[in-house]
């Protein structure tokens, strides 16, 4: 159990609290879950390469449809008319080069027995298939039915992968002769994938898994014929294109050693066997290696090798040739940075791009390949502005500063201007347009008259200490209208992932944003709301997210929660005997957690698809066994509302069924709701206004009733 050093909650309360009260309180303006969640949210930007065009995908109350906006007055058009919540998942949105066709998946991505999620029950079933259309209007059609795809540059093909084979499938379904709709491209063997169209279309690099090792090969359709680029016993990937198209570029590392072949499983491939992967553990003398061949003999060279002995930038995922330098990802210190080569260095050394104290997330290209654009918190640990860097490291400038959100850039063709998601505290996620060298944004996207916006808090930054010593940060909303003296319910939000880092403003991912929401939504119900950075999450370095014991290995990030909690009780301005918590997935996880261990604290809460058993085992002495809430089912005394979908895909539906069990023997109140069919995160608008009613319902029950009343707050 964690205890907080009272004097130091006892001065950060203060502290806080002094520092967030309005010195006025001023009057709520209520507003109901269906005004705060009535908005349109933009998500999956893209741009075109050779015309100042870009295209999105907005959900607007479980109404998915593909927008377009085009130079000079980027005047928003909505292409498509799906004008219902019925569940189909839009993504994978794709312009070709010249901004005339947008390709986008229609429909969810199928569970581990290829089951593509159906939400409404439809007797009919559900696909999840390619669609495309002009960005000139008209109607949208089918191509093909695929899990993934690419579009080509000249918009005319797209290339999936299906039973270990790339195919091919015309677009405009005119251009199939015979067999060619969605035939394999061609037949080699091995598990095929990872599909790169050359730049002018004629050829396309791929990665051939051949079990204990693997290939980039080149298809060229003008032959037709394969060719590997220098074949071996190592494992290669992601392959990428120079510019002009004649060389390949890709990621080697060490083939499966006699110990990994010995000791998997027959039948299982190397890839898929853990000892198999060779990501961060090398023989002695071998390290990740980028390799450049040319595209048409085959024949290479090594580029550059990561140093040895448990480098980091062995953890190198992918790359990218931009103008003369091959760039990458790698996190060799704190912090997870981008990183250069050139390609005309000999003996080239890694430059870092994104320099300082700071975590990089979403990146874009210039048309021209000069330019590196990103999106991260090194100017506020909080937010996200957008930066700039030329591929070879000589400048950087950043683009947007102040309080808004700006992620996932999408650069104009023409290098002047860069679209981007942009949001803040009282604004959802939008779309808006930002000059290349910096200055303000303007938004193209609008909101409904409907949307509370001046109702809207301001969250603040409350930085507390566990008991361990770990700092952590959170956002306080404090209610509009707190009056001095008075003790109000308090709740703690906590997010999932746990990869996850909420921000002072709406979110970019759309259930946090939907979160984010809920928690101006609690605040102006009245409650003192705060919103948890907990240990493992993204964000705040590699050492915060490693930090040890997390999960199944010692729960460590629950000391963070029950800090948190410690920390509202000591407020002025929070009753301490009413204060709960709510959260998805990991936030599930931990709102359990919170309830089994600190009934003492945490009076409610609501666990919305939650882990309660880590591991496969329930032996008393197993450290995961400890480390889990069913571990600490015994103390377990605060009602709790349970929501789940039985088609769950990050989290098996039997945690929720398991826990119900263990509930009713224990004698716990609980209530439940599940969703048939539906998924971790639920794909209809209409079950998720429903899932915050029954929060709204029950949080209002169990921590309020006649609190305020009793004080003179009037009724709510």
């Known amino acids: 159990m964690v205890r907080a050093t009272v004097a130091r909650i006892a001065l950060a309360s ?106 409404t029950s439809d007797p009919r079933g559900a696909e999840r298939a390619v669609w495309a259309m002009s960005t000139r209007g008209g109607n949208a059609w089918r191509v093909v039915e695929a899990t993934n795809f690419t579009l080509s540059p000249d ?152 140093p040895a002995n448990g480098s980091r930038f062995n953890s190198i995922s992918q790359i990218h040739w931009r103008d003369d330098h091959i760039l990458f990802e790698a996190e060799p210190g704190n912090w997870r940075h981008w990183f250069s080569v050139s390609v005309d260095d000999p003996r080239p050394d890694p430059i870092e791009l994104s320099a300082g104290d700071g975590f990089v997330m979403q990146t874009a290209f210039s048309a021209d390949g000069r330019w590196l654009y990103y999106s991260s918190n090194h100017t506020d640990i909080d937010r996200r502005d957008l930066w700039r860097v030329r591929v070879d490291g000589t400048m950087r400038d950043v683009i947007t500063e102040g309080d808004a959100i700006e992620t996932y850039p999408a650069v104009l063709a023409s290098g002047n201007q860069v679209a981007t998601l942009y949001a803040e505290h009282d604004r959802p996620q939008s779309v808006a347009i930002v000059s290349a060298v910096g200055g303000g944004a303007r938004v193209i996207t609008n909101l409904p008259e409907r949307f509370p916006r001046s109702a809207h808090v301001a969250p603040v930054n409350v930085t507390l200490t566990a008991e361990d010593g770990m700092e952590f940060n959170n956002q306080l909303f404090l209610p509009p209208d707190l009056e001095p003296g008075e003790r109000r319910p308090a709740l703690i939000f ?74 509202l009780q000591t407020r002025a301005d929070v009753d301490p005997e009413r204060v709960g ?58 009602p709790v509302l349970l929501i789940h979908g039985d088609d769950d895909r990050n989290v098996a539906f039997s945690q929720t069924t398991g826990l119900v069990q263990l509930l009713r023997a224990q004698g716990v109140e609980y209530e439940l709701h599940v969703f048939p069919d539906d998924v971790h995160s639920s794909l209809l608008h209409e079950r998720w206004v429903k899932t915050f009613e029954l929060s709204d319902d029950f949080l209002q029950r169990k921590l309020v ?11 709510r």
Not at 51 to 60: P, V, Y
Not at 84 to 113: K, M, T, Y
Not at 178 to 183: K, M, W, Y
Not at 276 to 288: D, I, K
């Open 14 to 119: 203060a502290l806080a609290t002094a520092a967030t009260l309005p010195a006025t309180p001023i009057a709520a303006q209520p507003f109901s879950l269906n005004d705060i969640l009535g908005y349109g949210f933009a998500y999956s930007l893209v741009s075109a390469t050779g015309a100042d065009r870009i295209a999105w995908i907005e959900n607007e109350e479980g109404r998915r449809n593909i927008f377009t906006a085009a130079a000079p007055d980027f005047a928003p058009v909505r292409l498509t008319s799906w004008m219902e919540d019925d569940g189909h998942d839009l993504q994978e949105l794709q312009l070709s080069a010249d901004g005339e066709i947008v390709a986008f998946l229609r429909g969810h991505a199928p569970n581990s027995r290829g089951w593509v999620a159906n939400p």
């Open 155 to 306: 918009g005319r093909w797209v290339l999936y992968t299906k039973d270990d084979q790339i195919h091919r499938a015309p677009v405009n379904s005119g251009l199939a002769q015979g067999d060619d709709a969605g035939a394999p491209l061609f037949l080699a063997w091995g598990e095929n994938g990872d599909p790169t169209w050359s730049p002018d279309g004629s050829r396309v690099a791929f990665e051939s898994d051949r079990d204990d090792h693997g290939y980039i090969g080149v298809y060229d359709a003008r032959s037709p014929s394969i060719t590997y680029l220098t074949p071996g016993v190592d494992r290669d990937s992601s392959p990428t294109w120079s510019p002009d198209g004649t060389r390949v570029a890709f990621i080697r590392r060490p083939g499966a050693n006699f110990g990994q072949i010995a000791q998997r499983p027959s039948g299982v491939p190397a890839s898929a066997w853990p000892d198999g992967m060779v990501q961060s553990r090398f023989p002695e003398g071998h390290t990740l290696e980028i390799w450049i061949a040319d595209a048409a003999t085959g024949e290479g060279e090594r580029l550059w090798a990561a």
């Open 494 to 567: 906590i997010h999932g992932g746990s990869r996850r880092q909420m921000l002072l403003g709406y979110h970019h991912r759309g259930f946090y944003h939907m979160a984010y929401a809920m928690n101006q939504y609690f605040a102006n119900q009245g409650y003192v709301v705060l919103s948890v950075n907990y240990r493992s999450g993204i964000g705040y370095g590699r050492e915060f997210r490693n930090a040890p014991g997390r999960g199944g290995q010692g729960n460590t990030e629950y000391r963070d929660i029950i800090a948190a909690g410690r920390w």
């Open 581 to 638: 918590l709510w959260g998805l997935s990991y936030g599930g996880v931990l709102t359990a957690q919170g309830l089994a261990r600190n009934s003492d604290v945490f009076k409610a809460g609501v666990d919305i698809a939650g882990v309660h058993l880590w591991g496969n085992t329930i032996d008393p002495d197993a450290t995961s066994y400890q480390s889990s809430v069913i571990g600490a089912i015994e103390g377990w005394e605060s």
């Open 705 to 715: 009733g006649d609190a305020w009343a009793t004080q003179g707050g009037g009724d």
